[in-house]
C-alpha cells in the first residue's frame, strides 16, 4: 500500500463535495471536496506500489485544467491512468451542478 501526496495551486473556490466511484479491482473512488485557500490537495491510497512518477503525471495534466480548491481523496485499487483522469472528470462535473 503506497500514499502519496500533491499539492496544486488553485483560483476558485469549490462550493459543493462530490464521490465518484468505488474501490474495487481495477477501479477506485475520488471524493472531492471544497478547501480553504488558494491551493489544491491531493492524498491518495493505492494498492499497486511503485507508479508515484505515473500518478504526479496523471495530476498534472488535470490540474493543467482545473484551478478549484479542493482536497481530494483517492482510494485505487488498481485503476489505469484513464480510469484515474475520468473519475476526476466526474467528481468535477458533479461538484458544479
Known amino acids: 500500500m503506497e500514499q502519496i501526496e500533491l499539492t496544486?495551486?488553485?483560483s476558485r473556490n469549490v462550493n459543493k463535495k462530490a464521490?465518484?466511484?468505488v474501490v474495487g479491482?481495477?477501479?477506485l473512488e475520488v471524493l472531492l471536496e471544497p478547501a480553504?485557500?488558494?491551493v489544491a490537495r491531493v492524498f491518495i491510497r493505492t494498492s499497486v506500489d511503485g507508479f508515484r512518477d505515473t500518478w504526479k503525471a496523471v495530476l498534472d495534466?488535470?490540474?493543467a485544467k482545473y484551478d478549484g480548491a479542493v482536497r481530494i481523496e483517492i482510494n485505487d485499487a488498481g485503476a489505469t491512468p484513464g480510469v484515474v483522469h475520468l473519475r476526476l472528470e466526474q467528481a468535477v462535473e458533479v461538484s458544479e451542478r
Open 8 to 10: 496544486y495551486p488553485a
Open 19 to 21: 464521490h465518484v466511484g
Open 36 to 38: 480553504e485557500g488558494e
Open 25 to 27: 479491482s481495477g477501479d
Open 61 to 63: 495534466r488535470f490540474f
